[in-house]
């Protein structure tokens, strides 16, 4: 588990689209394997970040990039050192648009897990450096993320986005289907089983070997996911959690300690 010491938060728009944008230092703990619906750009400010990702360990020092492209599970803080960072959350479509304006004719997935190019690191850090002062102008940060992205898409995209994670077979990929659909809520395995066809052993083993996780933990993540964005948007903690089909405020505070390594107080932006 996660000994996040402090955090800060805000939205901010990005080339108008919303991203968030974090300060964090963590203790020598780590934190649980998961993933994001976006992705996961930070420059390592202090420390190692040691993380599992793409069945390798990847270990990024201080001055260098930790990236994870959207539903790659990973994990972090592997190290036991004391670490920050500073880490931007980029939906999609963001470098879709700037891919399709640069005419990178490419599916957007990103190498490795570390980027430690000299230039792509100054441009991040250019980057943040005017994301987290006090109402940084729109013009120069649109500038600065173009700037800093439109070098990770020339440098540093994957060759071929097939080799970084295993094909989805059917069993996995319907099993997936259900849970994403009903967002991870009131799915059983025998659920599972039953509509995919497969014992729910089968189950398990066709969706850990697809995406790293358990039928479980993903449907966990899922839950996090939308209370994160229920919370985000203005709805209280307590009101979310239910929602999102946890038991209480309690038990998401418990959970999305041990997967995310932060509580849902630390969710609502510090502007």
């Not at 970040?49 to 260098?64: E, H, I, M, T």
């Not at 059983?188 to 014992?199: C, D, K, P, R, W």
Request: contains cysteine; glycine residues 8%; proline residues 5%.
């Amino acid at each position: 588990m996660s000994d996040m010491k402090s955090r800060s938060a805000r939205i901010q728009t990005v080339l108008n689209h919303p991203c968030e944008v974090i300060k964090a230092d963590f203790g020598t703990s780590s934190f649980d394997r998961h993933f994001h619906d976006s992705f996961s750009i930070g420059l390592v400010t202090r420390g190692m970040n040691s993380f599992s990702y793409r069945k390798q360990q990847v270990d990024v020092p201080a001055g260098a990039i930790c990236i994870a492209d959207p539903g790659e599970v990973h994990d972090g803080g592997l190290a036991g050192n004391p670490w920050s960072y500073l880490n931007i959350f980029v939906p999609m479509s963001l470098f879709q648009a700037l891919s399709f304006e640069a005419e990178i004719p490419t599916e957007i997935a990103f190498q490795n897990g570390c980027i430690t190019d000299r230039e792509s690191c100054l441009h991040l850090s250019r980057m943040f450096s005017t994301l987290l002062v006090s109402n940084p102008g729109r013009a120069r940060v649109d500038e600065l993320a173009i700037l800093a992205f439109m070098h990770l898409l020339n440098h540093h995209l994957a060759c071929d986005r097939h080799t970084s994670r295993p094909e989805v077979g059917p069993t996995a990929r319907h099993a997936i289907e259900i849970m994403t659909d009903h967002r991870g809520k009131g799915v059983s395995l025998e659920q599972l089983a039953n509509e995919t066809g497969a014992s729910r052993y089968a189950v398990i083993r066709a969706v850990s070997a697809a995406i790293g996780i358990t039928p479980v933990t993903y449907m966990t993540q899922l839950r996090i996911a939308r209370a994160k964005k229920l919370v985000r948007e203005g709805t209280s903690i307590a009101e979310a959690a239910v929602e999102a089909g946890f038991s209480d405020q309690p038990h998401l505070t418990r959970v999305m300690k041990r997967h995310m390594g932060i509580t849902p107080g630390r969710l609502l932006p510090e502007i």
